[in-house]
Each structure stands twice: as C-alpha cells, then as structure tokens.
C-alpha cells in the first residue's frame, strides 16, 4: 500500500504546526519507502483538516476507489473565531470524502462531535511527532541547579491566543536574579528582560531548546501543540495552560498552570523537582505515529480490498452540498479581508 499526502507543504519554520508535523510524516514515510508522489499510483490519500478540500473533492470523484483519511484538528472556531465558518466545510468534506478520521487529540475530538455528528465509520486518535532526527535528548545540556534555571517560550503565531499575556507577565514579574528567559519566534509585544529571538529554522531551534531548562507554553487552546512535542522530545519539562489537549501532551512530564499566581509557584516546583520531571517526560516516537497512520490506513485499504468496507463516492448532491458551502467560505473571507 502506497500513501500520498495532499497538502500545500511550506519550507522553512512557516505554516504552522501542521505543515511540520506533515513535513516529518512524510520524511518518515518516504524513509520506509511507502511514500508516493503520484496521486494516481497512491492507493490511500492522507488530506488535512481545511486545507485543499474542493482538491480532495476533485479527486475523490475522479478515484472514487482510493481510500481517504482526514487530518482533523481543531475545532476552528475555539481558537480562531473569525474563520468559524470553516468548520462546517470541514464537517461537510469529511461527511461526503473521508473513510477514516484522525483526531489529534481526544480533546479535539470531543469538541468537533460536540458541533457535528461526525458518522466516519473509522476513526482513532493519534497524536504528533516531530523529526527525531532533529529533535531529540542528544547533546542536551546537563541541568545544574546552582546555575541560573533557564526558561524558553516559543510561537511563530501572533494571536491572541498564543498567550502573550502570560509572557509580558513573566517579563514584569519572574524572578530574573533566579531565572533567565528567551523566547523564539514573532511576538507583538517588545520585552525587557526576556531575551527575543528571530525566527529559526527546526534545526537551529532544537539546538537552542536544548540549551535551555524549562519550556513554557502560554498558548490557551492547542488541538496538539507540536511546541510542546518538540520541547518534550528535546528533554524539558514543560509548563503548560491547563486548557484544550494540553494536559494530554504534558502528562507528567511538567505542570499545568491556570493563573498567573499559579504559574510562578510551578515554576519554582519544576526547578526544585527538576531532575524528576525529567525522567518522566512523555516521549513522541515519529516511527511508533507513522507507524500508527500507515496501519489505521492499510486497516481501511485491506477491508476495501476484501469488501468488509466500501469507499465513499462523491454524487451529485454531495458536490453540491459541498459547492455551496465552499462558495459561502470564499465570499466570507473575502468579506472579511475588505473589513
């Protein structure tokens, strides 16, 4: 069985956590020699979330017998309020095109069906991975607790939700005679004490994450932070808002906090108890996930083959079904861009 994934793939530290966590699923895939480029020679085709969909469409009705697995994360609206309208485009893709669904968290999951009554026949929850090549425990420096504890904070993102408020108040309240902080990426706000870096690319990123003792993450609703994947697999605790799919990812490899008064009273917990937070950490395996999407695919291809499953097609009315809400998509954005 041969898998093709079908997303625009951006270069470099842009297009967000979905471009990378696929960017690494296919360097895994085409590693293991069951990556195909050619959608026509492809028997399964992996589409993500919202992008691409009218594509997926298009080509769901031109091969009605390959089989079709949705990337789903979100819901949209939980984090991106003005781009709502696109989770029902997604309900709708995944309704008419999709013969299985990976969530991205259980959290992710229950919030979507809290929305739509999601009828996939197959389903599972699996999370991300990042590329083990790069981020990983290998020349990770050696906590020393006499030493200044050393917290880093990362997002290319700049909404409002990324947490830039728990950031400014580090910046005005963290004891900077204890700890010493950077943060990696874009931010709209300028700090004083908190160190800023530009934007990198993975592997420069994992060389500093690496450098550091403890990753904080702000962020209030994460469908399945790679940030904090990343950080994890690169051998530090984490801090994290307890809200969304955090608390799965974190486990107990790092505290959640829920105010800023809670946050500087786990940041002490974690630099006193840092050694055991450590041993602790979860760890992300892109080979055991790669691994997890090929076989929840080839479970649906096989049955296809053998006829216990029989693959969606696209008719008439679900194209139009689809039509109209993808044109009710397209002049929504552009309402919004002339706002």
């Known amino acids: 069985m041969k898998v093709h994934i079908l997303f625009p793939f951006q270069e470099g530290p842009k297009g967000g956590g979905g471009n990378q966590f696929l960017k690494a699923l296919k360097y895994s895939w085409q590693s293991s020699g069951v990556y195909e480029e050619s959608i026509e020679k492809a028997d399964v085709i992996l589409f993500n979330s919202h992008q691409w969909l009218k594509k997926a469409m298009e080509i769901k009705?031109?091969?009605?017998?390959?089989?079709?697995?949705?990337?789903?994360?979100?819901p949209l609206r939980t984090y991106r309020p003005k781009e709502a309208f696109f989770d029902k485009l997604i309900f709708k893709a995944n309704r008419f095109v999709a013969d299985g669904t990976v969530w991205q968290s259980k959290w992710s999951q229950r919030e979507n069906k809290k929305l739509f009554k999601y009828q996939c026949q197959n389903e599972t929850v699996i999370y991300n991975a990042p590329n083990e090549q790069i981020f990983n425990k290998k020349e990770k420096t050696e906590f020393k607790k006499n030493n200044k504890v050393k917290i880093i904070a990362v997002s290319w993102s700049v909404g409002v939700l990324k947490g830039f408020d728990i950031y400014k108040f580090l910046d005005e309240n963290l004891n900077f005679k204890k700890y010493q902080m950077v943060f990696v990426g874009r931010s709209p706000i300028k700090f004083k004490n908190i160190?800023?870096?530009?934007?990198?690319?993975?592997?420069?990123?994992?060389?500093?994450?690496?450098?550091?003792?403890?990753?904080?993450?702000g962020s209030k609703i994460?469908?399945?932070?790679?940030?904090?994947?990343?950080?994890l697999n690169c051998g530090l605790p984490c801090l994290a808002f307890n809200s969304s799919s955090n608390p799965e990812i974190v486990g107990r490899g790092g505290e959640l906090f829920s105010s800023e008064k809670d946050l500087l009273f786990k940041i002490d917990k974690i630099a006193n108890n840092y050694l055991n937070y450590q041993k602790n950490l979860p760890v992300f395996s892109l080979n055991k996930i790669s691994g997890d999407y090929f076989d929840f695919a080839n479970k649906i291809f096989q049955d296809s083959q053998s006829g216990f499953h029989i693959p969606r097609e696209v008719g008439v009315s679900a194209r139009m079904s689809f039509a109209l809400n993808y044109f009710y998509v397209y002049f929504k954005k552009l309402f919004n861009k002339i706002h």
């Open 61 to 74: 009705k031109r091969f009605p017998s390959k089989i079709f697995i949705h990337r789903i994360d979100g």
């Open 195 to 217: 160190e800023m870096i530009e934007p990198v690319t993975h592997q420069k990123l994992a060389e500093i994450l690496k450098k550091n003792d403890i990753f904080i993450s």
């Open 222 to 231: 994460e469908s399945c932070s790679n940030a904090l994947i990343e950080a």
